[in-house]
């Protein structure tokens, strides 16, 4: 039985977020071998034999294979790919190189979905400093999931951190999502906007939270194998992604090892606890 709110967006119980959070530790620990893996030779194919072995391996079914055609375990955007893009074995990463890594798993019919990016080597100060910008601004949307506020507070905070670090670009046509017993249900989440509108937030909700930010332009389009989205500059562009949950006491991020305690004390880290 999946209980939705008056907006039709589906409100977990106690027991459901802890089968979430099961599957957003195995995007966690996923994501942390392929950090911990990659290196400067690998190409994108690589780490996603590394990601589907992983997820294989701890009873999970990865949850990008296949949908809607998508034919791999984990998106790989390198360098001036935003995202969505398809992991080949035609070219190895290079020192300097960037990749974003977007990963996500089903485990007892529950999603997780998570993203990280990745320097490879010694990396342009400029490209380090647009990642941690990027990271940032992801933390500063997680934060606004407090019971009571307003959905299109997510992407306020991440706009409003974005615009105070420099002139990057968001792009305006991608973003988060709710997640659950689908990878993406409602509502849609933007990157950007003014504060207190949109649905409340009530305990049980659990949405993506996902911010790409481009070097330059927050002008994308999409290659021609209808996935890759890349930045029209041929700018790079960085990727962060984390999959959370609303409780009363907090963000309680499903897809950080911790559960985001390191970030938000008190709300619970192990494998759900405080999650009502």
């Not at 392929?34 to 590394?50: E, H, K, Q, Y």
């Not at 973003?175 to 906007?193: C, K, L, Q, R, S």
């Not at 309680?252 to 559960?259: E, H, I, K, P, S």
């Given at each position: 039985m999946f209980k939705k709110n008056r907006h039709g967006i589906q409100i977990k119980s106690a027991e459901q977020l802890e089968k979430?959070?099961?599957?957003?530790?195995?995007?966690?620990?996923?994501?942390?071998?392929?950090?911990?893996?990659?290196?400067?030779?690998?190409?994108?194919?690589?780490?996603?034999?590394?990601?589907?072995?992983?997820?294989?391996?701890?009873?999970?079914?990865?949850s990008f294979k296949g949908y809607q055609g998508f034919p791999a375990t984990i998106c790989a955007s390198v360098n001036d790919e935003v995202v969505h893009g398809i992991p080949t074995g035609n070219r190895a990463l290079r020192e300097g190189d960037i990749i974003a890594i977007d990963c996500g798993a089903i485990l007892d019919g529950w999603h997780g979905d998570s993203a990280i990016t990745v320097g490879i080597g010694e990396v342009d100060p400029?490209?380090?400093?647009?990642?941690?910008v990027t990271e940032e601004a992801m933390w500063r949307g997680i934060g606004a999931l407090r019971v009571g506020g307003h959905l299109s507070d997510i992407g306020h905070q991440v706009e409003q951190y974005v615009r105070s670090q420099g002139r990057y670009g968001i792009p305006q046509e991608y973003?988060?999502?709710?997640?659950?017993?689908?990878?993406?249900?409602?509502?849609?989440?933007?990157?950007?906007?003014r504060p207190g509108r949109g649905p409340r937030f009530e305990a049980g909700m659990c949405l993506a939270i996902e911010p790409m930010v481009n070097l330059g332009t927050d002008?994308?389009?999409?290659?021609?194998?209808?996935?890759?989205?890349?930045?029209?500059?041929?700018?790079?562009?960085?990727?962060?992604?984390?999959?959370?949950?609303?409780?009363?006491?907090?963000?309680?991020?499903?897809?950080?090892?911790?559960?985001g305690a390191s970030r938000f004390p008190g709300v619970g880290a192990g494998q759900g606890e405080s999650v009502s």
């Open positions: 979430m959070r099961a599957a957003g530790l195995v995007v966690a620990r996923t994501l942390e071998l392929l950090r911990t893996s990659v290196r400067a030779g690998m190409t994108p194919l690589d780490l996603d034999a590394i990601a589907e072995e992983a997820i294989r391996g701890e009873g999970a079914i990865p400029a490209l380090t400093e647009l990642m941690r973003g988060g999502h709710g997640i659950g017993t689908e990878m993406h249900m409602d509502p849609w989440v933007a990157n950007h906007g002008r994308t389009k999409v290659l021609a194998d209808e996935w890759t989205v890349v930045t029209v500059d041929g700018r790079a562009s960085a990727h962060f992604e984390h999959s959370v949950a609303v409780t009363e006491n907090g963000p309680l991020v499903l897809t950080a090892l911790d559960g």
